[in-house]
């Protein structure tokens, strides 16, 4: 309508025409831009289409002829196909190159009769300015592949690193080292080619391997003709650097190196104090009753292997026994921290600030291995020994049935009571709870307890297979490695099965499950492989998080502990995993306690810490291993075969 007004004003007067007799514009546009009779539009597209709305139909021909671009500078038509639609009410004129920057044009209607009736049009021009030309990024790649934008691209050799960059305009000749960057920071190589359009970015030395780098091109860029660059950023992921970090060595001596090394968290982070385990490296006063269970297999390790004496050895259980027969227990349990110096509870959650039976199956399996070990006709080790019975005497297992149940509870506080109610289910990691339970001669509990309590819940049979192997029991694909270990540390599952499972042929399945899924790498982590697995719970770059071969459980952190530790289950594929780990890996995740807890390439992230439960299973499963020192100590208890007979265990076949 508006510019109905304004060609009918424009019609001269003296002609006496009729208004009606005139082809009315409804709009002109540059794409979606409205264009007016008035001033000079700016910005357009340089790849802008135009288009002409008219009120009434419109004679094809004389309309095509009468619509024209002219370059203002130039006075030329740019050529440009006109194209109508089947009404005769619209056309559009597209330009058949892209027109050219920050240039003046108009677009032009002549005077004449244009109307497929016969009206006329007093004619009309539309001036406009197109945009600014920018600096475009026609294609880029990465040592010869075409980048897509869309992923990071993977396993980028570590030490050869070159973009190869065209541009639309030819660059300045100006330093060009300022605009282009590498995250983690590196210097760079950059030439051009003779016009300017072509650049090469190579990295001046090898990269860190496994390890996210983004190339960062500055918005400052500029081309000569003066044109901005937006700017643009790229990950990509280095591959791994294949070179050993250390010498070779035999497999024997990697074995024990890697127990020595340890041994040594055990040895040398136990709290002053207690000489119990800390929860972690740097945990000031917080020791773990489960992780000191552990503690308590490695140093007996550590005295069989000639790390320590067995009098330095002796002493060490000394302050253990005699600081545990003193600490706060709750109905005999202890709870999942303890304060190292006085033997207080420090609460692991807010209402877990009491008895925690499954850590304390842990410790208390650590403490019949122990006793097992101790020489009676020593007077020392003998009034050890009486010390450990009296304390494995004292847990008040069937007061965990709460009230006669047949479940054990995990959690009990003097404060909150059974708030947690957290019955101990099985398939798990509890299942040395339901066995140590049935150790117990001054606190029985029935069979029936373990058959209905952790054998009895839905989810406790399986026997479905996940990449080609059976698993007898619990969560499919088998969850967190640590449930074939922490169960497993004393307890012997080389022919061990009950009515539900052959605990070997559950173990092993578990851990091939796990192996099998980093082969597989069905969610596209870096460096998965046969040589690098293990999923199990660990430090993680967001805190501490179970991980297991499922989705959402998955996040790309290994864990050495879980492939070290299955080591009498997969023997072949666990000592792969210690060559990749200390070889290749070695400068990364081996520290001064042995391998660190868990990294993840995909994040960037390389753990620094060291955890009690996952060093321990590391150095008691590789000697189980070995030698079987803790399968045969623990087993040789006359309580262990008391609840194997009570439970329907037996030593069969594999």
Same mark, same amino acid.
């Given at each position: ?39 000079q539009a700016p910005s357009i597209s340089v790849q802008a289409a135009f288009s002409l709305k008219w009120a009434s139909a419109f004679d094809a021909s004389k ?30 004129? !597209?330009?058949?190159? =892209? @027109? ?8 032009? %209607?002549?005077?004449? #009769?244009? &109307? ?126 294949? !070179?050993?970090?250390? =010498? @070779? ?8 190196? %890697?127990?020595?090394? #340890?041994? &040594? ?141 047949? %479940? ?31 150790t117990s001669t001054t606190f029985p509990v029935d069979a029936a307890v373990y058959h209905s309590g952790w054998a009895g819940s839905s989810y406790f049979i ?193």
């Open positions: 309508m508006i510019f109905s007004m304004l060609f009918t004003l424009a019609c001269k007067k003296d002609k006496g025409n009729n208004p009606t007799d005139i082809i009315q514009l409804v709009y002109a546009k540059a794409g979606t831009t409205s264009l007016s009779i008035n001033g309309m095509k002829a009468a619509v024209a671009i002219i370059d203002e500078s130039t006075q030329q038509e740019i050529i440009a196909e006109k194209t109508v639609d089947e009404n005769n009410l619209l056309i559009q004129i !597209t330009p058949s190159q =892209p @027109l050219t920057w920050e240039t003046a044009y108009k677009l032009i %209607v002549t005077e004449g #009769t244009l &109307g497929k009736s016969g009206e006329t049009f007093p004619g009309a021009q539309f001036r406009f300015i197109t945009e600014k030309g920018s600096l475009l990024m026609n294609n880029i790649t990465l040592n010869g592949t075409v980048l897509s934008g869309q992923t990071a691209p993977r396993d980028v050799t570590y030490d050869h690193v070159q973009f190869d960059i065209t541009f639309s305009e030819a660059l300045t000749d100006n330093d060009l080292s300022a605009y282009f960057t590498m995250i983690p920071g590196n210097n760079l190589n950059i030439t051009t080619s003779a016009d300017k359009k072509k650049i090469t970015v190579s990295s001046a030395a090898p990269l860190a391997y496994y390890r996210k780098h983004t190339l960062i091109i500055s918005n400052q860029l500029t081309a000569a003709n003066g044109f901005n660059f937006a700017g643009f950023r790229q990950d990509f992921y280095t591959g791994l650097d294949s !070179t050993d970090k250390f =010498p @070779l060595i035999s497999d024997e001596q990697l074995l024990d190196l %890697v127990q020595h090394q #340890t041994f &040594g968290f055990f040895w040398d982070h136990a709290h002053p104090v207690s000489g119990l385990i800390r929860d972690r490296k740097g945990g000031g006063d917080v020791v773990t009753s489960g992780g000191s269970g552990f503690g308590l297999m490695a140093l007996i390790i550590g005295i069989e292997r000639g790390f320590i004496t067995r009098d330095q050895g002796v002493e060490r259980f000394t302050k253990i026994v005699n600081f545990l027969a003193l600490a706060e227990r709750f109905h005999g349990a202890w709870p999942h921290w303890l304060n190292g110096s006085t033997g207080k509870v420090i609460p692991f959650s807010q209402n877990d600030n009491g008895a925690d039976l499954v850590e304390t199956s842990y410790l208390a399996a650590g403490l019949v291995t122990l006793r097992q070990y101790l020489n009676p006709s020593v007077s020392a080790e003998i009034q050890l020994i009486d010390k450990i019975n009296l304390m494995l005497n004292d847990i008040e297992w069937s007061w965990f049935t709460r009230g006669g149940q047949n %479940v054990l509870y995990w959690h009990w506080s003097p404060s909150a009571g059974w708030t947690m109610n957290m019955p101990v289910k099985g398939y798990n990691e509890a299942l040395i709870t339901y066995f140590m339970a049935a399986n026997g479905k297979s996940f990449y080609g192997y059976t698993l007898p029991l619990g969560f499919d694909y088998g969850g967190p490695l640590f449930f074939a270990h922490y169960s497993f540390l004393g307890l012997n599952p080389t022919n061990l099965t009950d009515q539900y499972a052959n605990y070997w042929e559950q173990n092993t399945s578990h851990s091939l499950i796990n192996w099998k899924h980093s082969v597989v790498n069905p969610y596209n982590n870096i460096g998965y492989s046969a040589a690098m697995w293990g999923l199990t719970a660990s430090d993680d770059p967001d805190g501490y998080a179970v991980h297991e071969p499922v989705g959402g459980a998955d996040n790309g952190t290994i864990s050495p502990t879980a492939a070290l530790s299955s080591m009498p289950y997969t023997p072949e594929h666990s000592m792969n995993a210690m060559r990749f780990f200390y070889y290749k890996l070695g400068d990364r995740i081996w520290g001064e306690y042995g391998f660190y807890d868990a990294f993840n390439p995909k994040k960037d992230w390389w753990a620094d810490s060291y955890l009690a439960i996952d060093q321990g299973p590391i150095i008691i499963m590789i000697e189980n291993y070995r030698t079987q020192l803790c399968w045969n100590l623990f087993m040789s208890a006359p309580e262990t075969q008391a609840a194997m007979e009570k439970l329907g265990f037996s030593m069969g076949k594999k």
